[in-house]
């Protein structure tokens, strides 16, 4: 089984709609974060947690916001979709040593706003 | 100016040959340097850390040049499997990694 999963994998959704992905990992690592991935962009941080308490906005957390449920659950919600938060979106997860840069990642969830 | 900046490619090479790529970081204060692979429609994964001296990892060969801030990674030797995008990455704070649109790689039989 994959260590980290995301849900739902692809996603078709009407502007103004709110949507929720969801992200589960069972790396047991305490930190988790939110990407999105665009053509001829590198990945961008959207929101990160150092643990369940510790929630963090990231470069581009506008449109976005988070939910940390337990250690090993993230969710990312768009509270009102607009098409150009279409995007793949990453859920990653490092251990408390992060230092190493090492993130592991979900399969992504392919979000598409008409 | 990105903060990281990579050749987007692609890069077309035959089978058995030698490809490189760079990469162009532009925070000084960068910490650690990675390259991470993504095959077509999945998740990035981490290849190899990038360190001062130099490392290497079987047919892959990592380089720093801190004064010139730019990074390289090597293939050697390439492989049909080796076909991917590649990533640079650079780590500028506790939590926070900087990515490059990453690098395209076709090899050809």
């Known amino acids: 089984d994959a260590d980290v999963t995301q849900t739902p994998r692809n996603r078709i959704t009407k502007t103004g709609k709110r949507i929720m992905l969801e992200c589960s990992q069972t790396k047991g690592h305490d930190r988790m974060y939110w990407y999105r991935q665009d053509p001829g962009l590198g990945l961008r941080l959207i929101y990160y947690?150092?643990?369940?308490?510790?929630?963090n906005k990231g470069e581009i957390s506008d449109g976005y916001s988070v939910s940390r449920q337990a250690q090993a659950k993230f969710s990312l919600s768009l509270e009102s979709a607009i098409p150009n938060q279409t995007a793949l979106y990453f859920c990653?997860?490092?251990?408390?040593?992060?230092?190493?840069?090492?993130?592991?990642f979900g399969p992504g969830t392919r979000l598409t706003v008409t | 100016r990105k903060e990281v900046e990579q050749d987007p490619g692609p890069f077309n090479v035959p089978e058995g040959a030698t490809v490189a790529f760079n990469c162009t970081y532009s925070?000084?204060?960068?910490?650690?340097f990675f390259w991470y692979r993504q095959d077509c429609r999945k998740e990035p994964k981490l290849l190899m850390s990038?360190?001062?001296?130099?490392n290497e990892d079987g047919r892959f060969t990592a380089q720093l040049n801190r004064a010139s801030q730019y990074i390289s990674l090597l293939i050697r030797d390439s492989k049909l499997s080796d076909s991917a995008t590649y990533l640079c990455v650079v780590r500028v704070s506790n939590y926070q990694l900087i990515w490059g649109a990453g690098t395209k790689l076709i090899i050809k039989p």
């Open positions: 990653a997860t490092s251990d408390s040593y992060g230092s190493t840069g090492e993130q592991y």
């Open positions: 947690s150092f643990d369940v308490k510790d929630i």
């Open positions: 990038v360190y001062s001296s130099g």
């Open positions: 925070n000084s204060a960068s910490q650690s």
